[in-house]
């Protein structure tokens, strides 16, 4: 009965006495849903109701015909005994060809909600991308009757228009878009390309409605409408004030459209203290707090990139941290230094080969000095960095004099002057990108924790890390390039992982045909935590359709909450996975159903803070005397209260007199969650 | 050779400061209602979302300027973001 299955299967068989499904398919490059069950075809004629799932096979999709065609996932140990079935005529391994074997919009299950019924497919949400591009007249963001999906696009980098609505760029709207789509006589030219082809293939994710093909390519939120951003910058760079703006703008037009909005940003940064500081991760905290709200960030690819080191000192230690210079004529290399406050520790920086350090510099210090070798260094030092206390300190290394930096070992010495506080500090070194990625300067003894990208250490949004459903590495494990949290404050990133490696989306026809070559004419394949974000931003867009007054904190409990602990996720949450793998159905049905605590009446009177739930909740106050650390998430203590009840107060007397800045917290018997701090504000105790 | 509002500003922007003179684009955490003094003080403004605030100043000057405002707790250099593919 096996010479029923392609070859494929049958080697795969074989292989099981040896290895896992999981391996044997991956080999072969057979699709698979779980730890045993192979995604195939089958051709079939008079199969009897049930049978299939009489094999333990879950059916996705049976076209019907004279012989007819049903996709499924089966166990592979049923292979051979369904290949004996006389209603079966043959079993493939499922192709990149059929419609179901994008394999990662079934991976997160968001085939299920596409087709219940009524379906959830995003309608009446919009999806913001802030990115690079994007190919508007790419079918798949067009409707059936050709028209567009996006109802604005912002580009940032176009010539900008008298009396614009925008600081920068120019808008195009639908009807612009529409009039270049149907050729219209008059209509304004619309000269934006995406040339990178990075965000028309990241809005295809979030959001193709799959036109180009005939369906085989959907995105997650596909019958969502478009906001589009194309970022200021060159190329494959954006620049962190346009993406303030942008955030802005996108939070805006969708309050005019009255419409909730999840937004994608696929782009990131090393330099930062990685606990949510950076004007760009305070603005996003802001939007985020919004009802209608999401915002989903890139874990970021540097997991594996050498870009972070950390230590400890004690009083009077110097403890050296070396990296390896890829010697660029073209940019700085960067290195920011981070540690507490309470800790005094003077940096100085030796070149490759010199025989000793610069001059120590100190806390709040600066200095500008030549290497022998005509390079010039250039260290800048600041107390109480973003007022959080902490001590940040710049290294720039640049060309100077020199026709190039000296490639080579850089050796940083940190010396610890003073040490109030643990003596921890963390490294990280820019990223350099493109045109000398490969000149990019590395740790030698790196970690690989801590290695998110700015600004996805952002408190209140949502990050996304990446895992395998097709390409390099076992499939369902994580992608070995997903940035790895946790924040320098401790926050867990990411908060979950999705599809991000291999992953076929819409390919902008501006690009080059050799740096992204075609799928099926209208498709590529890219890899990287950019594709594993707007799956989750999809996500979001169809929590909202579902619930429009989600905020993202919200969003984030039910993604979380649903995310899936299985295979190589099942140590989840941890710093690698978050939570675990997306589900999107599941996240769905949450949605429905949840209901969040409200918080009111917050009121302080003397030292104890009071205030009401709408149901039976526990309780908690976090606090700290450092209100910015607060704002960023890091308490210094915390009182709880776990009595289940609508009426809570706790009290801060006994604490060390000081201003105590709170937030308070509600939690459902279900462990669903609400936290109010006053707006950022806080609720402020004196003691 | 800078005054007390230089620790207002980031690393980047405060190296701004020793390199060419050049417009300079900026996001600042400020503390209350400071737009109107932010633009009077030279800041091209770009967005607002909550605290934090955007825009562009022409040169060092108005750098200096805005930074000495007291409504400005911080400045930040606009930086480059890369893709994540």
């Not at chain 1, 959830?120 to 591009?133: E, K, N, P, S, T």
């Not at chain 1, 802001?286 to 950390?310: F, Y």
């Not at chain 1, 020199?402 to 080579?408: E, L």
Request: charge should be neutral; glycine fraction near 10%; charged fraction near 20%.
């Amino acid at each position: 009965m096996d010479s029923k299955l392609d070859p494929r299967l049958r080697v795969l068989l074989d292989r099981r006495s040896t290895m896992t499904t999981r391996e044997a398919a991956r080999r072969v490059r057979v699709g698979v849903t779980d730890e045993d069950s192979v995604e195939v075809l089958l051709r079939t004629r008079g199969m009897p109701k049930g049978a299939l799932e009489a094999h333990g096979a879950s059916v996705h999709v049976v076209v019907e015909g004279a012989e007819s065609i049903a996709s499924v996932a089966v166990p592979a140990s049923s292979l051979s005994a369904l290949a004996g079935e006389e209603w079966v005529h043959e079993i493939e391994a499922s192709r990149e060809l059929f419609p179901e074997l994008d394999l990662s919009i079934p991976e997160c299950h968001a085939n299920a909600v596409h087709s219940l019924a009524p379906s959830v497919r995003g309608r009446g949400v919009l999806v913001g991308i802030i990115d690079a591009g994007i190919d508007f007249k790419h079918k798949d963001f067009c409707n059936g009757d050709g028209t567009s999906r996006i109802l604005l696009l912002w580009d940032q980098n176009a010539a900008a228009v008298a009396n614009g609505s925008v600081p920068f760029g120019r808008v195009y709207t639908k009807a612009d878009l529409d009039g270049v789509l149907k050729n219209k006589f008059g209509a304004p030219s619309v000269p934006h390309r995406d040339a990178g082809a990075h965000g028309t293939h990241v809005c295809g994710i979030a959001a193709g409605n799959g036109r180009a093909k005939n369906g085989k390519f959907v995105g997650v939120a596909p019958e969502a409408d478009l906001l589009i951003v194309s970022a200021k910058g060159d190329g494959t760079l954006g620049q962190s004030n346009a993406a303030i703006a942008a955030y802005s703008w996108i939070v805006a037009r969708a309050a005019e459209l009255g419409r909730p909005v999840a937004i994608n940003q696929s782009q990131g940064m090393n330099g930062g203290g990685h606990s949510g500081e950076a004007a760009l991760e305070q603005a996003m905290d802001n939007l985020a707090r919004l009802s209608g709200v999401v915002i989903v960030k890139s874990a970021g690819n540097e997991q594996q990139m050498r870009i972070h080191a950390s230590g400890q000192l004690a009083q009077g230690q110097t403890k050296v941290v070396t990296f390896e210079s890829g010697g660029s004529n073209v940019t700085d290399d960067i290195v920011e230094v981070w540690h507490d406050g309470a800790d005094r520790i003077s940096i100085a920086v030796q070149p490759p080969g010199a025989p000793a350090p610069t001059n120590f510099i100190a806390v709040g210090g600066t200095s500008k000095t030549k290497t022998s070798a005509k390079n010039e260094v250039n260290i800048v030092s600041t107390d109480d960095a973003s007022n959080i206390g902490d001590v940040r300190t710049a290294i720039f290394i640049s060309k100077g004099d020199a026709d190039r930096i000296q490639p080579g070992k850089w050796r940083l010495h940190l010396r610890g002057d003073t040490i109030h506080g643990d003596g921890a500090f963390h490294a990280w070194i820019e990223r350099s990108g493109e045109p000398r990625a490969d000149e990019q300067a590395k740790f030698t003894e790196p970690s690989n924790d801590a290695t998110i990208s700015i600004p996805g250490t952002a408190r209140r949004i949502i990050t996304a890390g990446s895992f395998i459903t097709r390409g390099d590495g076992s499939v369902g494990q994580i992608s070995i390039f997903s940035s790895r949290g946790p924040t320098r404050y401790g926050l867990m990133k990411p908060e979950l992982s999705a599809p991000g490696q291999m992953i076929t989306s819409t390919r902008s026809s501006a690009a080059n045909e050799t740096a992204v070559p075609k799928i099926q004419s209208s498709y590529a394949s890219m890899a990287g935590t950019s594709m594993a974000a707007p799956h989750v931003t999809g996500a979001a867009a169809l929590l909202l359709q579902v619930n429009p007054k989600l905020n993202t904190t919200q969003a984030k409990q039910l993604l979380m909450r649903a995310a899936r602990k299985t295979g190589f996720a099942a140590g989840a949450p941890d710093n690698t996975w978050g939570a675990g793998k997306l589900d999107v159905a599941e996240a769905v049905r949450l949605a429905r159903t949840v209901v969040f605590p409200t918080i009111t009446n917050v009121t302080v009177t003397g030292t104890a803070i009071s205030w009401t739930t709408n149901v039976p909740t526990t309780a908690a106050v976090r606090f700290n005397t450092h209100q910015r650390r607060m704002l960023l998430g890091r308490s210094s203590g915390s009182l709880a209260d776990l009595t289940l009840a609508t009426q809570h107060r706790l009290d801060l007397a006994g604490r060390p007199p000081g201003t105590y800045f709170c937030e308070v917290l509600a939690f459902t018997a279900d462990n669903w969650e609400t936290l109010d701090d006053a707006g950022g504000r806080h609720h402020v105790v004196t003691v | 050779m800078h005054s007390e509002w230089v620790h207002k500003l980031d690393p980047y922007s405060r190296r701004a400061l020793d390199e060419e003179d050049r417009a300079l684009d900026v996001a600042l955490r400020v503390e209350g209602d400071a737009l109107d003094a932010l633009k009077a003080a030279g800041l091209d403004v770009h967005s607002s979302a909550g605290p934090i605030v955007t825009g562009r100043v022409a040169n060092r000057e108005a750098l200096a300027r805005v930074a000495a405002l007291p409504c400005v707790a911080e400045i930040q250099l606009s930086r480059p973001l890369r893709e994540e593919k």
